[in-house]
T-cell receptor
Framework: GAGVSQSPSNKVTEKGKDVELRCDPI?????LYWYRQSLGQGLEFLIY????????KSGLPSDRFSAERTGGSVSTLTIQRTQQEDSAVYLC?????????????FGSGTRLTVV | DAKTTQPTSMDCAEGRAANLPCNHS???????VYWYRQIHSQGPQYIIH?????ETNEMASLIITEDRKSSTLILPHATLRDTAVYYC??????????WGAGTKLIIKP
């Protein structure tokens, strides 16, 4: 597609439920990133994919968070047993292959609210 | 922790040049400086990046000091639509972008 697409755009869930967030990167972009942003804060790195593998999962805040990527394309971020502190905007970005000095294209994010 | 520091907020009059400073005193030789902006409720938008030479594109200019410890993003003729949070980011060796809180730029009519 023309840009990075994320779905859903908004999600309200009850505490303790699992949620799945989806990211469709730009076609041909091999690198994919997940960030989250709490209100009024900068972006917090969660995980990075190169193709289908995740060389860096250091940002995942707990074992309730997991992510996968299939076919070098779509990625899903899963949060199990959601807590109120998980409420944030979850942003996905992708970048093309190469030495890596490229700008990243971000999606519009998924706003997650845990009630 | 973010490796860059920026002022929390700045004002600029519409039509004037907006100059946004950033300190990145611990930047290493192969790390680029990236600038993004985020307009309310949208994902961040890439503006420009550079290594050591000054850069210019259709959106902005980037001036990097000779020692590479700081840089300035210049929006030459700011408009009301340039009101946003501007992030100066230092990209690390794993291609992560480490984000600080950015500068909230308000363009005033």
């Amino acid at each position: 597609g023309a840009g990075v697409s994320q779905s859903p755009s908004n999600k309200v869930t009850e505490k303790g439920k699992d949620v799945e967030l989806r990211c469709d990167p730009i076609s041909g972009h091999t690198a994919l990133y997940w960030y989250r942003q709490s209100l009024g804060q900068g972006l917090e790195f969660l995980i990075y994919f190169q193709g289908n593998s995740a060389p860096d999962k250091s940002g995942l805040p707990s074992d309730r968070f997991s992510a996968e990527r299939t076919g070098g394309s779509v990625s899903t971020l899963t949060i199990q047993r959601t807590q109120q502190e998980d409420s944030a905007v979850y942003l996905c970005a992708s970048s093309p292959p190469g030495p890596g000095n490229y700008g990243y294209t971000f999606g519009s994010g998924t706003r997650l609210t845990v009630v | 922790d973010a490796k860059t520091t920026q002022p929390t907020s700045m004002d600029c009059a519409e039509g004037r040049a907006a100059n946004l400073p950033c300190n990145h005193s611990t930047i290493s030789g192969n790390e680029y400086v990236y600038w993004y902006r985020q307009i309310h409720s949208q994902g961040p938008q890439y503006i420009i990046h550079g290594l050591k030479n000054n850069e210019t594109n259709e959106m902005a200019s980037l001036i990097i000091t000779e020692d590479r410890k700081s840089s300035t993003l210049i929006l030459p003729h700011a408009t009301l639509r340039d009101t946003a949070v501007y992030y100066c980011i230092d990209r690390d060796s794993n291609y992560q972008l480490i984000w600080g809180a950015g500068t909230k730029l308000i363009i005033k009519p």
